[in-house]
């Protein structure tokens, strides 16, 4: 058992300078106390920063780590569709394995705690399975030909024979056909699908028959079932039941009418994953975080994959968002993900018989309470 305290404490409350935590052994939280003079405790850990629920990083492709750099930055979401298709065939199994055990570990170090992390193959199973981080794999799916979802079941059937919490989803509302879409979201049931979503003006302009993304998919002979002239969000609401569970990332190009129409429909809050480095890494693109905060969206965080963003840093991302309290942001990479990934009874929060894992975030401005340039995580617990 230990006793820990810091400069602050991230609560669902807000930052707290007078918080003890009494973790266990197991790494569960067994008291939030306050104290005073927390700095000259007997018995007490004090560290100088803030502390964190671990991060849960609600959106990366861990089997992509060995693409760092080989996209160029600034190539445009149909140039960097096009770089993915070239490059998927290029590298080694060897060298996917080995720069996915490195950001897995990275990861951890610097205080991630729970991964929704989408994968195509097998690869990075056994790495996930024997990995100290929680992950939720999301066996993605594509193609707009003739695709079906057996392989993808497949799959699914093996990362769960591994202990591997897995769910097949889409890729997205422009990659796949209607008959694989309707198969796979009737088999989630309760499981949350994940689904990259409006990330650029090219995947609406598909819709229409007009835009990068359908020159390239012209140039590869492919003509969707799905494009009416209608919207990816009047697809989203068509082809998906009111009662699923859903993670929409990017959402850059998400407007009011969008969200609102989105927010009506479904049961349960969707939660809209950021990943501000890779829509930086791409297109110049930045997440609609006005919008969905004036509405009070449940907003988690991502890092997306080493193809499109230089680190997997969640500190990283949250540099990216200066615009927003720390603290709000801080929410966003805890607990918004947990509840993203619906694992909030355990992880995410600083609470009384949770499993978080305990994060230090060092080098903050605290008189503006600001990340700086020298802003870093590392896990206590
Ligand atoms: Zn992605």
């Known amino acids: 058992m230990r006793k820990i305290a810091s400069h602050y404490l991230l609560t669902p409350d807000g930052l707290r300078s007078d918080r003890v935590v009494t973790i266990a052994d197991d790494g569960e939280i067994l008291s939030v106390e306050t104290c005073r003079e927390i700095d000259r405790l007997a ?32 190539c445009g979401f149909a140039g960097f569709a096009r770089g993915m298709r070239r490059l998927r065939v290029r590298c080694t199994e060897e060298e996917l394995r080995r720069a996915a055990a490195l950001a897995d570990s990275r990861m951890w170090q610097e205080g991630v705690q729970v991964v929704g992390d989408v994968c195509n193959g097998p690869i990075t199973f056994p790495i996930k399975a024997a990995s100290k981080i929680c992950y939720h794999s999301f066996i993605e799916l594509f193609g707009v030909g003739k695709t079906d979802s057996v392989a993808a079941d497949r799959l699914a059937e093996q990362a769960r024979s591994m202990g591997l919490r897995a769910t097949v989803t889409p890729h997205s509302l422009y990659a796949v056909g209607r008959e694989a879409f309707a198969s796979i979201v ?4 309760n499981e949350p699908l994940s689904l990259h979503f409006l990330e650029s003006e090219q995947e609406q302009e598909l819709f229409h028959r007009t835009g990068a993304l359908w020159k390239w998919y012209v140039e590869q002979g492919l003509d969707p079932d799905f494009l009416d002239g209608g919207s990816p969000t009047e697809r989203l609401l068509r082809e998906l039941p009111h009662d699923r569970r859903l993670l929409l990332v990017h959402d850059c190009r998400l407007d009011s009418t969008s969200f609102d129409r989105i927010r009506a429909h479904f049961e349960s809050a969707v939660s809209w994953v950021f990943c501000p480095g890779s829509n930086r890494y791409i297109s110049g693109e930045r997440p609609p975080w006005k919008l969905l905060r004036d ?17 997997l840093s969640m500190v990283a991302e949250l540099s990216l968002l200066p615009e927003i309290p720390l603290e709000e942001r801080l929410r966003w990479a805890t607990q918004g993900g947990a509840e993203a990934l619906g694992i909030d009874d355990r992880c ?3 609470e009384p018989g949770m499993r978080p894992g305990l994060v230090l975030l060092e080098g903050v401005d605290y ?15």
Not at 44 to 73: D, K, T, W
Not at 295 to 311: E, P
Not at 367 to 381: C, D, G, N, W, Y
């Open 43 to 74: 018995g007490v850990e004090f560290y100088s920063g803030i502390l964190l629920p671990g991060f849960v990083n609600a959106h990366c492709h861990l089997e992509l780590s060995a693409m760092q750099g080989m996209i160029p930055e600034g």
């Open 186 to 189: 009737e088999k989630a049931d």
């Open 295 to 311: 509405r009070g969206a449940r907003i988690a965080l991502g890092t997306d994959s080493l193809a499109s963003n230089r680190t």
């Open 348 to 350: 995410g929060r600083i």
């Open 367 to 381: 008189a503006k309470m600001e990340l700086t340039p020298q802003s870093h995580a590392r896990r206590i617990v």
